[in-house]
């Protein structure tokens, strides 16, 4: 099992930025892509952006799209989110997450990821 530990939320004003990262246990997630998901309270866990396992390829939802970047850094087991223009409809518990049956990074679908981690807490506010 890949074990990931995201940290970097927070509580923030509309316009605000907030860099996410996500540190997995294992070297062996270095062979997969990793998404990024939001879940607002009582909302379904919606798509966020993913990275391809090294990197190469990088998907956005739409509502995220110029505003959120994804990146990684295998040699440090890490997995970021930079989110730039904060607005209200981003509050949500964001988690990292670990699709083992595809290395691109094309899936949004929850059900097809694998390991989750615990989630941080953003919070956009005036």
């Known amino acids: 099992q890949v074990h990931m530990v995201e940290s970097g939320g927070g509580s923030v004003q509309p316009g605000d930025s907030l860099g996410l990262s996500c540190a997995a246990s294992?070297?062996?997630?270095?062979?997969?892509?990793v998404g990024w998901f939001g879940q607002a309270p009582g909302k379904k866990c919606e798509f966020a952006a993913s990275?391809?396992?090294?990197?190469?390829?990088?998907y956005y939802a739409d509502s995220v799209k110029r505003r959120f970047t994804i990146s990684r850094d295998n040699a440090k087991n890490m997995v970021y989110l930079q989110m730039n223009s904060l607005n209200p409809e981003d509050t949500a518990v964001y988690y990292c997450?670990?699709?083992?049956?595809?290395?691109?990074?094309?899936?949004?679908?929850?059900?097809?990821?694998?390991?989750w981690g615990q989630g941080t807490q953003v919070t956009v506010s005036s």
């Open positions: 997450a670990v699709d083992i049956a595809r290395k691109y990074g094309g899936s949004t679908i929850p059900g097809e990821y694998d390991y």
């Open positions: 294992q070297r062996t997630y270095r062979s997969y892509a």
């Open positions: 990275i391809s396992d090294h990197g190469e390829n990088t």
